[in-house]
């Protein structure tokens, strides 16, 4: 199972469109769950709720600016060896303000999609396409080049 654990909610149609596409193209291979936490404007109670729903079973996977870089075959490389010993990754997106210390410390692996900044909404679409695509690499599907 792969869960997305992130703070805020999607306003945008067209990305909630984008969101869904993706979600419906994995859970041909897995289940999978977004669990929206509430925004905050206090940032202790935003991540204490963040906190809350992070399962210390599942392999955590934190994305942070601060985390390493991977390739798309490297982010299918890794789920497919995270995949053999646990079947449930928590991928988990802070808010604005990104996560805290203790949340990249308590997860399994620490990882940057790039040095820029996105948008919160259009961020969890991208995670949710290269999640795709790591599984369409793993099955040596046609989608990725």
């Known amino acids: 199972m792969i869960k997305i654990l992130c703070v805020g909610k999607i306003k945008e149609e067209y990305l ?10 994995i859970s041909k291979y897995t289940k999978i769950e977004i669990i929206e936490i509430k925004d905050n404007p ?23 600016i601060k985390g390493n870089l991977l390739t798309s075959e490297e982010l299918a490389l890794t789920m497919d060896k995270i995949r053999n010993i646990n079947s449930n990754i928590t991928f988990i997106i802070g808010g604005s303000l990104g996560l805290d210390e203790e949340i990249r410390n308590k997860a399994n692996l620490v990882l940057s999609f790039s040095k820029l900044t996105f948008p919160h909404g259009l961020f969890r679409g991208i995670l949710l ?14 989608y990725h080049k």
Do not use: G, P
């Open 42 to 64: 206090i940032y202790s109670k935003e991540i204490e709720a963040l906190k809350e729903k992070i399962n210390d079973h599942d392999y955590n996977i934190a994305l942070d």
């Open 16 to 25: 909630t469109k984008l969101i869904n596409d993706y979600q419906k193209r």
């Open 129 to 142: 396409e290269q999640i795709y695509r790591s599984f369409k690499i793993n099955n040596n599907e046609t």
